[in-house]
């Protein structure tokens, strides 16, 4: 499994501290995406980025940020205005870059653990 | 609103019968339609799609736009389809919230 990578495995923070989640890929994607994922809801779309230094929120990008500085690199950015951010978080990326999106490359996904 | 519903949280089917996973979609238009499928401890990753038209692993889905569904079937079921299974449209990158399927011996 190589081509799209997320760091770390699992992350735990403290109340009230920004964390960030890497995403990598080197698949030559124009778009990549990321999801939360919690049980019993699915994924749900939190930010995606058709191109570089350009991206649009998705349904629950409330306390999240995000950064397309690199097309290989979308890190994620975790806030302390995030109310619930314990959760499972997926990175995708896909070729197309259009509003009808070809078909998605997930990475292994980060854990992350407010205490 | 929810743009994919899958109404099965659990799916339990004995080897060797058939499985059919459900999965409706709003929003209609012409939609892109996708199978996704997580087994144990790898990754999401795309089982199938409705523009291709083709069978991955025996599952068919096939696309009703009369029915807004594009349920996902498979004839004999395997040990080895066990796993979590997503259906996903493109209007607002939305999935459903997932079947996890046991198939037993």
């Known amino acids: 499994d190589g081509g799209i990578t997320q760091s770390p495995k699992y992350l735990f923070r403290k109340e009230g501290q920004n964390v960030t989640l890497s995403c990598e890929q080197n698949l030559n994607h124009d778009a990549m995406y990321w999801y939360r994922q919690d049980p019993g809801q699915g994924l749900r779309l939190i930010y995606y980025s058709q191109i570089v230094n350009d991206f649009q929120k998705g349904d629950i990008a409330e306390g999240y940020s995000v950064s397309r500085e690199k097309k290989e690199s979308f890190p994620l950015t975790v806030t302390s205005a995030q109310k619930n951010p314990t959760a499972f978080y997926l990175c995708a990326s896909s070729i197309l870059p259009s509003g009808a999106p070809d078909t998605q490359y997930f990475g292994p996904g980060t854990r992350l653990t407010v205490l | ?105």
């Not at chain 2, 790898?42 to 068919?60: A, C, N």
């Not at chain 2, 096939?62 to 079937?73: I, Q, R, W």
């Not at chain 2, 066990?82 to 011996?105: E, I, N």
């Open chain 2, 1 to 105: 609103a929810q743009r994919v519903t899958q109404p099965e949280k659990l799916l339990s089917v004995f080897k060797g019968a058939p499985v059919e996973l459900k999965c409706n979609y709003s929003y209609s238009g012409s939609p892109e339609l996708f199978w996704y499928v997580q087994y144990s401890r790898q990754r999401l990753q795309l089982l199938l799609r409705h523009i291709s038209r083709e069978s991955i692993k025996g599952f068919t889905a096939d696309l009703n736009k009369g029915e807004t569904s594009f349920h996902l079937k498979k004839p004999f079921a395997q040990e080895e389809d066990s796993a979590m299974y997503y259906c996903a449209r493109d209007y607002k990158l939305s999935f459903g919230a997932g079947t996890t399927v046991t198939v037993r011996a």
